[in-house]
Antibody, heavy 118, light 107 residues
Framework: EVQLLESGGGLVQPGGSLRLSCAAS????????ASWVRQAPGKGLEWVST????????SFADSVKGRFTISRDNSKNTLFLQMNSLRAEDTAVYFC???????????WGQGTLVTVSS | EIVLTQSPATLSLSPGERATLSCRAS??????LVWYQQKPDQAPRLLIF???NRATGIPARFSGSGSGTDFTLTISSLEPEDFAVYYC?????????FGQGTRLELK
C-alpha cells in the first residue's frame, strides 16, 4: 500500500523556520518526482514546489521562491521542505505528493498543518 | 501563469442526477489537465489525468473531456459519496496551477 506520511508541522512565529518531512513507503520512491502542495484554511489548492526523481531539478512557486528549499533522500525514502522567513500567508496544510507520470499528483499524504502566528 | 477558471462555484444536485463541471484555461494546456476530488478533512484524490483518463480505481461514472482551453468533468449519476469539492489542475507550464474548485453539494 502506498503511504506518504508528513511530519514537522506546527506553530511558528513570523520570520521563523520549519522543516517538513515526508516518509514514503509501499512504492519505489526514487522513481517518482515529488512535490509539496498546500491549502490555506478554507481555501483551494496551491502548488508549492517539485523535485525530480534524482533531486537534480527543482521548481518553486513565486510565492515561496528564495525562502523554501525542497530536497529528498532516496536512500531513506524521504522528502523534505525547508521553510525559512515564514509569513502569516504561509499558514496552510502542507501535503506531500508524488507523480508517477506527468507533473500531476497521484499519491497524497494526509497533510501537516503549519501555522505562522505571533 | 495559466489561470484555470472553474464553473459553477457551487452545484446543488440530488443523488442520481448528472453533474457537469467546467474548467477553462487562460491559454491552451493541450491535454495536460487533471481533476481531483477532495472531501472534508481529507487529501485530494486523483480522478482524471490526461483530460480524459480515469485514474486507478475511479468508477466509470466519472468521465473527463476536452482539450486546449475547455474541459469538462461529468459524473453520470451521482452517488451520495460524490458530494465533495472538485479541482482541475494544469501541468503544461510552470507554475503548476489549480482552479479555484467547484463545490458539489446535496440539494
Amino acid at each position: 500500500e502506498v503511504q506518504l506520511l508528513e511530519s514537522g508541522g506546527g506553530l511558528v512565529q513570523p520570520g521563523g523556520s520549519l522543516r517538513l518531512s515526508c516518509a514514503a513507503s509501499g512504492f519505489t520512491f526514487s522513481s517518482s518526482a515529488a512535490s509539496w502542495v498546500r491549502q490555506a484554511p478554507g481555501k483551494g489548492l496551491e502548488w508549492v514546489s517539485t523535485i525530480s526523481t534524482g533531486g537534480g531539478a527543482t521548481s518553486f512557486a513565486d510565492s515561496v521562491k528564495g525562502r523554501f528549499t525542497i530536497s529528498r533522500d532516496n536512500s531513506k525514502n524521504t522528502l523534505f521542505l525547508q521553510m525559512n522567513s515564514l509569513r502569516a500567508e504561509d499558514t496552510a496544510v502542507y501535503f506531500c505528493t508524488t507523480s508517477g507520470g506527468g507533473t500531476y499528483f497521484d499519491n497524497w499524504g494526509q497533510g501537516t498543518l503549519v501555522t505562522v502566528s505571533s | 501563469e495559466i489561470v484555470l477558471t472553474q464553473s459553477p462555484a457551487t452545484l446543488s444536485l440530488s443523488p442520481g442526477e448528472r453533474a457537469t463541471l467546467s474548467c477553462r484555461a487562460s491559454q491552451s494546456v493541450s491535454s495536460y489537465l487533471v481533476w481531483y476530488q477532495q472531501k472534508p478533512d481529507q487529501a485530494p484524490r486523483l480522478l482524471i489525468f490526461g483530460a480524459s483518463n480515469r485514474a486507478t480505481g475511479i468508477p466509470a461514472r466519472f468521465s473527463g473531456s476536452g482539450s486546449g482551453t475547455d474541459f469538462t468533468l461529468t459524473i453520470s449519476s451521482l452517488e451520495p459519496e460524490d458530494f465533495a469539492v472538485y479541482y482541475c489542475q494544469q501541468h503544461t507550464n510552470w507554475p503548476i496551477t489549480f482552479g479555484q474548485g467547484t463545490r458539489l453539494e446535496l440539494k
